[in-house]
């Protein structure tokens, strides 16, 4: 026990350090999410081709969890932020976990064709709507929203996300 309090005097500068700031990115991480969909809500159904063409529903993943990443090709935290996604889909089978990633605020096909190519997507890439972007309320990038399996919002959140934030979410 000494020790431990020897240890806590010594690097109490430290400690309040790293505290300060893991209080200040969970604020933020708040604040930004404040004016998306409420946990417990239903996720709003779409219907949203992907890069290859194929429909998706989000009906059709009902049963399982679901991970849907927002972003925009132009977004460079998108880029840092679907090297997690790619790390949470190699930890998980498709059967324990769906994630879709979605597009918004592109000029064409071929910019969102560039963004999977260039980060390495591993998941389907559907290009969203106006209005899905809008029934979502998707105002910043990225934005990652987890759904349970019976279709109800779980958690979400905006900005940079670790692999370990985007797994405790789960």
């Not at 949203?48 to 977004?75: E, M, N, V």
Request: hydrophobic share 40%.
């Amino acid at each position: 026990m000494n020790k431990i309090i020897q240890y806590l005097k010594v690097h109490k500068k430290d400690i309040l350090f790293y505290a300060s700031a893991i209080t200040i990115f969970i604020f933020m991480q708040n604040w930004q999410s404040r004016n998306l969909i409420e946990d417990k809500k239903p996720a709003p159904e779409f219907i949203l081709t992907d890069l290859q063409g194929i429909t998706h529903s989000l009906s059709q993943y009902k049963g399982r969890p679901i991970i849907l990443y927002f972003f925009a090709p132009w977004c460079t935290v998108c880029k840092i932020s679907s090297i997690n996604i790619n790390r949470v889909r190699e930890s998980y089978t498709v059967d324990e976990l769906t994630i879709l990633s979605i597009a918004l605020s592109y000029n064409d096909i071929k910019e969102v064709e560039n963004f999977k190519k260039d980060n390495n997507l591993n998941i389907p890439v559907l290009l969203s709507d106006h209005k899905t972007g809008q029934e979502y309320k998707i105002d910043k990038f990225p934005t990652i929203y987890f759904i349970n399996s019976e279709g109800f919002i779980k958690n979400s959140t905006v900005g940079f996300t670790t692999k370990t934030g985007i797994q405790f979410r789960l």
